[in-house]
């Protein structure tokens, strides 16, 4: 009796890791076709919808070094898909991204927002907006830096267009040397790990730095 309870458990085991793997796989469609989507929006539609508009910084000489990049492209729904881009001309690149779909009035909304307190100009074409991004993500992965989590989704607004028939060149950095200023949301870890970067690419004082907060030197060693 005993081993015949015990190879029934076995069978309902092997049933059940069955179960769930076939529950990961289902999962794993899942998360893959929301990837391919923005709020019921496939990606073909957004790479192929006509370009709304193009806002980029006005004077990148001036500021911090924190810009946006906002592309925009009409849907036939009537509504905006927006991609939006915040850069760090000075160290990271490209730091944070989004992408959504919004109404005409949240959209101009969300335009006054991020154009309210810096020059942005809207006169700009496709191909420098891609071109602006593309290099900042090639000078930040030079210095070891990604972009964010998301990028690979939002870029999907740009990636169609040809960023040759821009013949702009950018210049990064500040002064010569990348410039890493902490944020509000960079904890002193997350800092440390930064410098410590920048310092193993460019040396000691090869770049410049300013930090928000305190940051313990000992994150900094080698251990």
């Not at 009796?1 to 049933?15: D, E, F, L, T």
């Not at 100009?121 to 989590?149: E, M, T």
């Not at 989704?153 to 060149?169: F, H, L, P, Q, R």
Request: aromatic share 10%.
């Amino acid at each position: 009796m005993v081993k015949k309870k015990n190879k029934a458990n076995v069978q309902r085991n092997k049933i059940r890791k069955k179960q769930r793997a076939v529950a990961r796989k289902n999962r794993r469609k899942s998360n893959m076709g929301l990837q391919q989507k923005f709020l019921s929006v496939g990606r073909k539609e957004v790479r192929e919808a006509p370009i709304h508009d193009i806002i980029v910084p006005g004077d990148l000489e001036g500021g911090n070094g924190m810009w946006y990049v906002v592309v925009s492209r009409a849907l036939s729904t009537g509504e905006i898909a927006v991609g939006c881009f915040l850069m760090d001309t000075y160290c990271l690149g490209v730091k944070n991204t989004f992408i959504k779909v919004l109404s005409i009035s949240a959209y101009n909304e969300m335009c006054e927002q991020i154009t309210r307190h810096a020059d942005y100009v809207y006169d700009k074409s496709p191909a420098y907006a891609r071109k602006f991004i593309d290099d900042a993500v090639a000078y930040a992965r030079n210095l070891g830096f990604a972009p964010g989590d998301d990028f690979s989704k939002t870029y999907t607004i740009v990636e169609s267009i040809d960023s040759s028939e821009c013949t702009e060149n950018f210049t990064f950095g500040k002064d010569g040397k990348p410039f890493f200023m902490s944020g509000p949301n960079d904890t002193p870890l997350k800092s440390a790990i930064i410098m410590k970067t920048l310092e193993e690419r460019c040396g000691a004082d090869g770049f410049y730095y300013m930090l928000g907060g305190p940051i313990d030197a000992d994150w900094l060693d080698d251990e």
